[in-house]
């Protein structure tokens, strides 16, 4: 196990609705790292968190948004949610400066109807 | 933008032969190159990470090469046994201050007994 829990670990919204899903961090950790995995492809990135800022997006629209705490959990919300939204979820802690490896959470499946 | 192609193919071998797996990407040579396995359902597990300086990284039965003329990585696991059975990313990181992780679409490798 990673010490990176996520929360919930199935969901499933109607088009049109927001979602909210969490993240708390490894341990020691300063940094999140937020992925979107659809099925059969690799985790395509979707924002990192650092110092409670955002720091790096990828190709995803604004309303995919998100928020770290002090304690460096994380949030990420997606509004008006769309049927190319359902995917597993990945949200990575580590630490920011010189790469070293992520630690992944086990993902939150989210499925849109 | 940097792309990355692992093996569009899933690799099937015997038990106890040497997997060996892909990793080609474009644009500019990354500081960083890693791999991880993904089992289904499960976030992305850390495996090896090699620098643009090292040509050889070892780890038990895991050996990653990485070749910056050629712009590849392989990634070996000799004596394979069906617990190996997974899907292995390759992901590149160039270090910046906002670096980010990014990822192939996975190679899915198969250890028939």
């Known amino acids: 196990e990673t010490g990176v829990t996520q929360s919930p670990t199935h969901l499933i919204k109607t088009r049109g609705q927001q979602v909210t899903l969490r993240c708390s961090s490894q341990?020691?950790?300063?940094?999140v790292s937020w992925y979107q995995q659809a099925l059969g492809q690799g985790p395509q990135f979707i924002f990192q968190?650092?110092?409670?800022?955002?720091?790096g997006r990828g190709n995803f629209p604004p309303r995919f948004s998100g928020l770290q705490f002090p304690n460096y959990s994380s949030e990420l919300n997606v509004n008006a949610l769309e049927l190319d939204d359902s995917a597993l979820y990945l949200c990575?802690?580590?630490?920011?400066?010189?790469?070293?490896?992520?630690?992944f959470g086990q993902g939150t499946r989210l499925t849109v109807v | 933008s940097q792309k990355i192609e692992q093996n569009s193919e899933a690799l099937n071998i015997q038990e106890g032969k040497t997997a060996t797996l892909t990793c080609n990407y474009t644009?500019?040579?990354?500081?960083?190159l890693q791999w991880y396995r993904q089992d289904p359902g499960r976030g992305p597990v850390f495996l090896l990470l090699i620098r643009e300086n090292e040509k050889e990284k070892r780890k038990e039965r895991l050996k990653v090469t990485f070749d910056t003329t050629l712009k590849q990585s392989l990634f070996h696991i000799t004596a394979s046994q069906p617990a190996d059975s997974a899907t292995y990313l390759c992901?590149?990181?160039?270090?910046?201050?906002?670096?980010?992780?990014?990822f192939g679409s996975g190679t899915r490798l198969s250890i028939r007994p």
């Open positions: 990575a802690s580590s630490l920011f400066g010189e790469n070293t490896e992520a630690f």
């Open positions: 968190y650092y110092r409670e800022e955002e720091n």
């Open positions: 992901a590149l990181d160039r270090y910046s201050s906002a670096s980010k992780i990014i």
């Open positions: 644009n500019y040579s990354p500081a960083y």
């Open positions: 341990s020691g950790h300063n940094t």
